[in-house]
């Protein structure tokens, strides 16, 4: 029966033997001798994490070429005309009553201390609009998941503290830090785009939001240092390997 | 690495294969291929103790350091 290690240096996937424990294999993509562990069992709640990943993995990717593929074919249709500049009409949903202010942020507008949103679609009837924001963040989730699924194969090999996933781990951490950014960004430009379209009498535009997210900060800094111990754990595993 | 593994003569002196010496050590003939030469970062106690049991020698007679100096000269 033949299994497959985790080249220490690239990622790649080398099949060794049922019996090459021990061993030193070479990697063929980066040719790295890559010394094979002992084989560990299989726990069953590896196994079922190891389903809901791949599940989870597969299905990111048919809806997002889902969602692209719809994009262009209904952008064929001619539904992709810009509208950048256009004036859009805002459907106003609510009586203000001075001195309320409002803010725009992930796309709405709402009245600065409501959650509600006073108005819940500023992006335009633009597909190419809706398509960049798709690919942006089916990109961003995806990148996630197939750090995650690389995680977890890699905890089925029986080889967690590989010296790749505390690179991984980071990776997922600087994607979330990204991902903060990038929905600051979004609202930045969303502001420049409505503030000056939202007219309601006496009221005014509050400042750009910025989102700080603290519950996405804190969680990449836990990652962060997850990471860390896991380098430390994969020095350790490394010399754990090569004891005799 | 400045410790020299000897196992390989010790084998001889005994007239061991490193098969024998893996069936009577409980260790893979892997592992202990890579003990005899030198790609090993550590040898347990319990592993240094079924050796010299098994050839019969004590731990000088497998390990010996050899300061750099004497490694470069030797190269």
């Known amino acids: ?64 070429a889902a969602v692209m593929l719809a994009a262009i074919l209904l952008g064929n249709r001619g539904l992709s005309e810009t509208t950048f500049d ?28 409501y959650n509600y949103p006073l108005v819940d679609h500023l992006l335009p009837d633009n597909l190419a609009v ?6 942006f963040w089916g990109c961003f989730i995806l990148w996630i998941v197939y750090q995650v699924r690389r995680l977890v194969r890699s905890v089925r090999r029986g080889s967690p503290f590989s ?34 379209q939202i007219v309601i009498g006496g009221m005014e535009i509050d400042s750009p939001v910025i989102s700080y997210h603290p519950e996405l900060i804190i969680l990449a800094l836990i990652l962060l240092i997850i990471a860390q111990v896991f380098e430390w754990g994969s020095r350790l595993q490394a010399d754990f390997d090569r004891t005799v | ?39 090993s970062r550590a040898v347990r106690f319990s592993t240094l103790e079924a050796i010299c049991e098994a050839l019969d020698c004590r731990p000088g007679d497998i390990l010996d350091y050899e300061k750099p100096s004497q490694v470069g000269q030797a190269d």
């Open chain 1, 163 to 196: 010296p790749r996933n505390p690179r991984r781990i980071r990776s997922i951490s600087l994607t979330i830090f990204a991902y903060v950014v990038a929905v600051n960004l979004s609202n930045l430009w969303l502001y420049h785009v409505y503030s000056d």
């Open chain 1, 1 to 64: 029966m033949t299994r497959s290690i985790e080249c220490q240096s690239c990622g790649n996937d080398i099949p060794v033997g049922a019996t090459a424990a021990g061993n030193q294999v070479e990697c063929e993509q980066c040719r790295t001798m890559n010394l094979v562990p002992s084989p560990v069992p299989i726990s069953r709640a590896t196994r079922i994490m190891v389903f809901l990943i791949d599940a989870v993995w597969y299905i990111s990717l048919a809806l997002f």
């Open chain 1, 130 to 135: 809706w398509f960049s924001f798709a690919l």
């Open chain 2, 1 to 39: 690495m400045p410790i020299v593994i000897n196992l390989d003569l010790m084998l001889v002196k005994r007239k061991m294969t490193l098969t024998e010496l893996s069936e009577k050590v409980g260790i893979t003939i892997a592992n202990l291929s890579m003990l005899k030469q030198g790609h």
């Open chain 1, 86 to 113: 256009s004036g859009i009409p805002i459907p106003i949903r609510v009586e203000l009553e001075e001195p309320m202010r409002i803010s725009i942020e992930n796309s709405m507008a709402y009245v600065t201390g």
